[in-house]
């Protein structure tokens, strides 16, 4: 897997004769004290590894669009305007930056029930942000969260309880713990695998060096923590590489084993 281009809001890699484009979001700003050691108790101290950005830990969001030129998948949409702070909703800048008509997106797949990752299926100004939608894959414990805003979309939801093939070259796999219904991705390109995640990892500097730490917001903290040692376990094997909602954007990486822990080398330097 290999960079090939970049721009502001977006990078393209090569993966076989797959195309896989990072789209940039934008970030969130989330105090330190959402990370959780083992006891659910906020961590005393963050290794200074960790960045902040005033008082807070820094999160990219990224969405991620996989083509063989035929078929193409969306993977997460990002917050659109649904989010208190106006610092997501690039998306549309991103896919516009790379080149691909949002009328030509007609599979989506969402890892999870969660704002900067389904909301942007509907624009800021509350339409369709894909007016030829027909498919929006998500794990059946996640899909009551289409109500309200999102309603209108409910009739293409298609409910994922299992693993399950979406396309020739995505499968779903169910991996449950940040959300009942969180999802990952798993793209072949017949050589390698891409392993594309929602939550699983919230801050690269310190979850994969500390796989046990864990965050606030994920909903069955040993399970979540349980998912995150099988993926990173999964990942450290040859020829397989990460694509994460929550990595540093564009957010593509490889995974080796390091210490106790883990350590991630990207595949391209930091957009935005
Ligand atoms: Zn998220």
């Known amino acids: 897997m290999r960079l090939i281009s970049s ?30 050691d083992e006891d659910g108790r906020a961590l005393p101290v963050l290794p200074p590894v960790v960045p902040l950005v005033g008082d807070n830990l820094r999160l990219s969001v990224n969405a991620f669009f996989v083509t063989d030129g035929t078929r193409s998948v969306l993977i997460d949409t990002g ?15 991103a896919l516009d930056e790379a080149g691909i008509d949002r009328a030509k997106v007609t599979d989506v797949a969402i890892t999870h029930r969660h704002e900067d990752h389904v909301s942007g299926l509907i624009a800021p100004d509350g339409s369709e942000a894909f007016p030829e ?47 009942p219904g969180h999802t990952v991705y798993d793209v072949s390109c017949g050589t390698g695998h891409l392993l594309v995640w929602g939550d699983t990892v919230h801050v690269p500097t310190l979850q994969f060096d500390q796989p046990n730490v864990s965050w606030e917001l994920d909903g069955n903290q040993a399970q979540a923590r349980a998912a995150r040692a099988a993926l990173l376990e999964q990942l450290a ?10 990595l540093d954007s564009p957010g593509i990486a490889r995974i080796a084993r390091s210490g106790n822990g883990y350590a991630l080398e990207y595949l391209a330097p930091p957009i935005g």
């Open 7 to 36: 721009g502001r809001h977006h990078a393209t890699f090569e993966f076989g004769d797959l195309r896989v484009i990072s789209l940039r979001d934008g970030y969130i700003d989330m105090p330190p004290t959402r990370l959780r």
């Open 79 to 93: 917050a659109s305007n649904n989010w208190h702070d106006p610092t997501m909703g690039l998306i549309y800048d």
């Open 133 to 179: 939608l027909e498919r929006v894959w998500m794990g059946a414990g996640d899909t009551s969260v289409f109500t309200g805003r999102l309603e209108p979309i409910r009739d293409r939801v298609v409910s994922v309880s299992g693993p399950v093939a979406i396309n020739d070259w995505t499968t779903a796999i169910p991996t449950p713990g940040h959300t």
């Open 237 to 246: 094997q040859p020829h397989h590489f990460v694509a994460g909602a929550h």
